[in-house]
């Protein structure tokens, strides 16, 4: 068992509004340069949709992720000659029509313009080479259009379902869905990069792309599933979504999660066996992913993985702060976030809770209680709301686990609702769902009223230390002798009285009799002992 910490997000999907605040506050933060007019590293979508770059999840068109061959894990896109025979020609790479092309509007022209009997406009002008373009797709064209017929005929989730339920699903609901990198165990980004620009930290699981090895081959952004990966046409450099890692290294949140007017997003550290994550990610059914990563993970609570996780190097509070960690609730303890597209094999570390909303909403609108347990267990079964659109995005097609996290969901709405209204308590809605009625309120209690610090329980930073190296216990790298800012050893043994007779002084004028307690001096004059003594003045 090799032990490893990551760390992770969920997402609450209940709770998302669709204001765009996390992407507005993401841009604002990371890609307000120039080259980076089209990225956005938060992105949010709405479903069913297009999604941002349009059509990014049909593999078969872009050839993201990995795929089994003969047992083996190999990269969708083919292996090493595959790509080098790519390398300056990739036509599975997205065009910027994929993504949009960025735009502003000539507003001085509303100012400078003329007098005339016409109103003056202002036009459209790329921002790439500052043209006049004609606006016809953008990073959220299809926002609040998810019953659009349009829009369902694109969405390459909705093509692999047959056409009753697309029809049902026009009539039944729309959701929102923010992403970002996912940060995989497993990414395929780093793979297939020729240069190896793109690496996985070792301490805290984030996947960064070092700007001074890119080389600008994109094969990053071919190789993503999620095409989280974009590349600036300035630099020649790739960038990518980079979890906010100055802030989570000082224990503070994302940006996009700070920001967040719904408080959906939590974060937290989540303990894995690496060597587990290779065998899981190649697990031959693709709808036994989900669970194979779920067995990657750590349980922080168990005496052996707490010592096995010190002795990896991983520091005592970040162990403690896995046990407090509510993206380990979420995803481990109460199962009821999922992750997003599994079938990538990549082991995506930013999970999803299941929208529960529009089937409380579609039994009240038919007349019944929508908060009554037994109508609404049997509601998810068999009501028009698309549980295999939301397997097809988070369980890779099958039902079973999202009807489960949905249940549970329901049974925390069914079990609340009682206790808020002073009613008697039903334990058979615990029950059913294989919970009791504690875990139910602490699911409550982390999904709906938790504080700040419950949502976000984030360590400060380490530096993990290298495999093989006897510095195990090296703290920042600028205390080392000679390091940067460092004094010599001996500058403050300082003698506190008068040398010996005959005794060179070592460190003369410079004993705690000559120095001045400026906290006692008044500001008038120039107290003895302000400054060093020059040759030959007098002690």
Request: proline content about 8%; charged content about 25%.
């Amino acid at each position: 068992m090799r032990v490893m910490a990551q760390v992770a997000m969920v997402m609450n999907l209940d709770k998302c509004i669709g204001c765009h605040t996390c992407s507005v506050t993401c841009k604002q933060t990371w890609t307000n340069r120039a080259g980076t007019e089209y990225v956005w590293f938060n992105n949010v979508e709405t479903r069913p949709g297009q999604g941002y770059p349009r059509g990014y999840e049909d593999q078969e068109k872009w050839r993201g992720g990995w795929q089994l061959k003969r047992g083996r894990l190999v990269p969708r896109g083919g292996g090493r000659a595959r790509r080098l025979a790519r390398l300056f020609a990739n036509p599975e790479l997205p065009s910027l029509d994929d993504y949009y092309e960025p735009w502003t509007y000539d507003y001085e022209t509303l100012t400078t313009a003329p007098l005339s009997d016409d109103v003056p406009t202002a036009q459209p002008r790329s921002l790439i080479d500052g043209e006049p373009t004609a606006v016809t797709w953008g990073p959220n064209w299809d926002d609040d259009l998810g019953g659009g017929p349009e829009h369902l005929s694109g969405d390459p989730v909705l093509k692999k379902m047959n056409e009753q339920v697309r029809l049902e699903y026009e009539q039944s609901f729309m959701f929102y869905l923010p992403r970002i990198c996912e940060h995989c165990l497993n990414p395929s980004c780093v793979a297939v990069c020729p240069s190896g620009a793109l690496y996985k930290r070792i301490e805290d699981g984030i996947v960064l792309v070092d700007q001074d090895r890119c080389r600008g081959w994109r094969m990053c952004v071919s190789g993503c599933p999620y095409k989280k990966v974009y590349f600036n046409h300035r630099t020649g450099k790739a960038e990518k979504c980079t979890f906010c890692y100055p802030r989570i290294e000082a224990g503070e949140p994302t940006v996009c999660s700070e920001t967040c007017v719904g408080r959906l997003r939590y974060l937290g550290v989540i303990l894995y066996d690496a060597d587990k994550v290779g065998e899981a990610a190649a697990t031959e059914n693709e709808q036994d992913l989900y669970q194979a990563q779920l067995d990657c993970f750590l349980d922080p609570d168990d005496p052996e993985v707490a010592r096995a996780a010190e002795a990896s190097g991983i520091p005592h509070d970040w162990v403690t702060a896995a046990r407090r960690s509510p993206v380990h609730a979420l995803i481990s303890r109460h199962k009821v976030a999922l992750p997003l597209h599994p079938e990538y094999r990549t082991m995506p570390m930013v999970w999803y809770v299941p929208p529960l909303s529009p089937v409380v909403e579609s039994l009240t609108a038919t007349g019944h209680d929508g908060e009554d347990p037994a109508k609404l267990f049997a509601a998810i079964d068999s009501l028009r709301i698309p549980v295999g659109y939301l397997a097809e995005l988070f369980t890779a097609g099958d039902p079973a686990p999202v009807e489960a996290a949905l249940c549970r969901l329901a049974a925390m709405r069914s079990h609340m609702r009682r206790v808020n209204l002073g009613e008697e308590q039903d334990p058979a809605i615990a029950r059913a769902v294989g919970m009791d009625a504690d875990e139910i309120e602490a699911m409550y209690r982390l999904l709906a009223l938790a504080k700040y610090d419950e949502r976000y329980v984030i360590p400060t930073s380490y530096t993990a230390p290298t495999p093989g190296s006897d510095d195990l216990d090296a703290g920042c790298s600028l205390d080392g002798a000679g390091g940067p800012g460092m004094y010599d050893p001996d500058a403050f043994h300082i003698p506190l009285g008068p040398p010996k007779s005959g005794q060179e002084p070592e460190h003369a004028g410079t004993s705690l009799r000559d120095r001045v307690n400026l906290l006692n001096w008044n500001g008038r004059g120039r107290p003895e002992g302000l400054f060093p003594r020059t040759e030959g003045e007098a002690r």
